[in-house]
């Protein structure tokens, strides 16, 4: 098959587990055996390219483990997943290359100013030039940001600033697959409007995007395929219009409601599944 | 095909470098800090020396033990830069939560690593050469029998087992999130024990003397001390040189290698993120 006509994403079987921590942290190896977590059931996807998919579950249904899979973070335990053609273990370098990702927590140096941590984004990258200074201020103009946020320390950004600087970073690389992970979890309601207008935008841009959220209007507004997960299983795969009410559609599959979910989750997972 | 790789692996290696460059003058008074720490710490020996006097210890060439000690502690200072920058790199960056984003870069581990060790090198030189200079000033340090050329090329020779130590002791924090740090403190402590920074290794128990005969730094402070006090050649310091080659062919690439294991082993687990 051509590159050309390679899907953006396809994952066959795709299965991921965690180890749970038995015994407490404190206690001796031997005393920590604990259990298994399974965080991604046998999963088979296929994102074709330009689409935006969303990935909406409570936390511990697997969305965060399917972008660190996809984004060579995590290795899966069984099956595989391609990205633009390339296995995300055995050519996990050329994944990298047509990759990148915004994740809940916008990770930076926070000491460094947001210039200084786009150009090192970018070094990495290898795409700083000497028009990137230019570029930068015309992404960050893009995404209403003042020039000024550029030379202050991340810490002194607002957290919604530092998200549309955590967006701007992906999309300074050029990616043709851009992973993010619940980008507008804990914003204002007036930073996550701007963020979800900034995902709208790249969508004009056909950049193949994979959204996880918990927002179902996000996802219902901004997606044009949603994927439903609980407990590293798809319950529903289609169009907002096709999938109706979400939440309604959630209750239905599995039987509660999302927030029961989560919060069950939280007791169950104890930071152990991604 | 092979000069754009190229060129994208030089950015890379030059975006590591800047990082660290650009972390330190983020967090100067931090290194201050540590500056007036290294430069106590070899002050403290160099009077530690000079008191030897008055505690009776005249039978021997005060001079010699004073330069003695200096070197070994300054080279100590040096070595503890480099180590330090090095091996809390990983950490760093686990604080930080920015981990993630660097091993999803399109870079090979080689030139992030190697980035970060030719900082710590640059930034231990500097760091070091600073408090020599304050040392000298202090304790009107007799170097004019010093040869500075082998000291150089001793120091150069040095760097790779050095950064190959560096990188084994960075794994640490990828292999226990919440020890790593802890872990890698011990490792530099038992460095400093088994290398005769403050004394020669004769005067170490055997199970010691051979610890010290695998560890570089051993070899590090004899050959530099050779050079500084007894202003030998090259050509006769290679008992000290042939073993640090050696080593330095031996621990870059089990650094590398075991950092990739340490990297591997973190992905299946999901140890990359913050929380652990």
Known sequence: MSQVSQPAVETCGLTKRFRRQGGGRRAWPWRQAGSEVVALHPLDLTLERGSTTGVIGPNGSGKSTLVRVLATLVLPDAGWARVFGHDVVTDSFRVKRHINRVSVEAAFFKELSAWENLLYASRIYGVADRSLRLRVEGVLARFGLPRDVLDRPLRHLSRGQQQKVAIARSVLTTPSLLLMDEPTTGLDPRSKREVQRMVADLREDSVTTLLCTHDMDEAESLCD?????????????????????????????SGRGMEEADVEAEQVVEGSVC | MLMPALRGEAQAFAGFVERQKNLIKRYWLWEAVWLIYSLVSVLSIGYLAAGLQSLGASTFDLRQAQLYLLVGALLWAYLSVVFIEISFSVMWERWEGTIEYTFMAPVRRLTHLFGICAFALLYGLVRTVVVLLIAMLLFHLDLTHANVVTAVIVLAVSTFPLMGLGILTSVLPLLSPERGEQMTVAVQGVLLLASGVYYPVSVLPGPLQALASVNPLTYTLEGMRAALIGGRGVGSVWPELAPLVLMGFVLVPLGLAVFGWAERRAKRFGLLKRSG
Not at chain 1, 225 to 253: H, I, K, N, T, W
């Open chain 1, 225 to 253: 395929r949603v994927l439903l997960m609980d407990y590293g299983r798809v319950l529903a795969d289609g169009r907002p219009s096709q999938l109706g009410r979400l939440e309604d559609l959630f209750f239905g599959l």
